[in-house]
């Protein structure tokens, strides 16, 4: 069936770059999608790719797709300690059912 | 312009009694979800809705479970004869079908603590 893998941790210092890595195994995805989870909070898009493309950059977040190898990762430039948080990577097929990973804790050290 | 609420936030129980969670969705929003988030744990798919169509209940993980939803308005999740495995956040999202990319908007969760 369906499944999204991700690492459970990530520690960095402040100003570094973190990269989150996910692989998942539905070769017909069409969206993948970084979700983040502030403590306490609800889950909030972050940032999606389209299945047809390879990278995709938005201020300090980068998201590189390798199709070929079903992996996906978020790559987050300078560090602060306010991108403390769970990361969920994500996927669908383009309908309504998106099929979450099991989240990677990102802690940044000052 | 208000997001995804669900009430209450924080539910502590007794084991074996009944709880009911409830989900209001951005206004519009054909499709809501339930997932479950044990502590420390990703997300669970519970159940979906889409308008009026039959609920994808394939989550559910006991009888105990149900969910209801009346057109594209509300949610309840019930949850009967509570078991101390049953205490997670329980998180609720809705999306529109207008939006392509299939983001889901997600409330804060409700918090259930079962003694």
């Known amino acids: 069936g369906e499944d999204v893998e991700q690492s459970l941790f990530l520690s960095v210092r402040e100003g570094d770059s973190s990269v989150i890595n996910c692989t998942y195994t539905?070769?017909?995805?069409?969206?993948l999608y970084w979700y983040k989870q502030e403590p306490g909070a609800g889950l909030q898009l972050l940032t999606y790719?389209?299945?047809?493309?390879d990278m995709k950059q938005d201020q300090r977040l980068t998201v590189l797709l390798n199709k070929k190898d079903k992996h996906l990762s978020l790559r987050i430039a300078d560090t602060q300690t306010g991108d403390s948080a769970i990361y969920f990577c994500?996927?669908?097929?383009?309908?309504?059912?998106?099929?979450f990973g099991a989240g990677t804790r990102l802690f940044v050290k000052a | 312009g208000a997001g995804v609420s669900q009430s209450p936030s924080n539910k502590v129980t007794e084991k074996g009694k009944d709880v009911e969670l409830r989900c209001d969705p951005i206004s519009g929003h054909t499709a809501l979800y339930w997932y479950r988030q044990r502590l420390g744990q990703g997300l669970e798919f519970l159940i979906y809705?889409?308008?009026?169509?039959?609920?994808?209940k394939s989550g559910l993980p006991s009888d105990r479970f149900s969910a209801e939803r009346t057109g594209e308005s509300v949610s309840t999740l019930t949850i009967q004869r509570t078991q101390q495995e049953d205490s997670a956040v329980y998180l609720c999202?809705?999306?529109?079908?207008?939006?392509?990319?299939?983001?889901?908007?997600f409330g804060p969760g409700t918090r259930l603590t079962v003694l």
């Open positions: 809705f889409q308008g009026n169509s039959a609920p994808d």
């Open positions: 994500a996927e669908s097929t383009g309908g309504f059912k998106t099929i």
């Open positions: 790719i389209f299945s047809n493309m």
């Open positions: 999202a809705s999306s529109s079908r207008a939006k392509t990319t299939g983001e889901q908007f």
């Open positions: 539905d070769s017909s995805s069409t969206y």
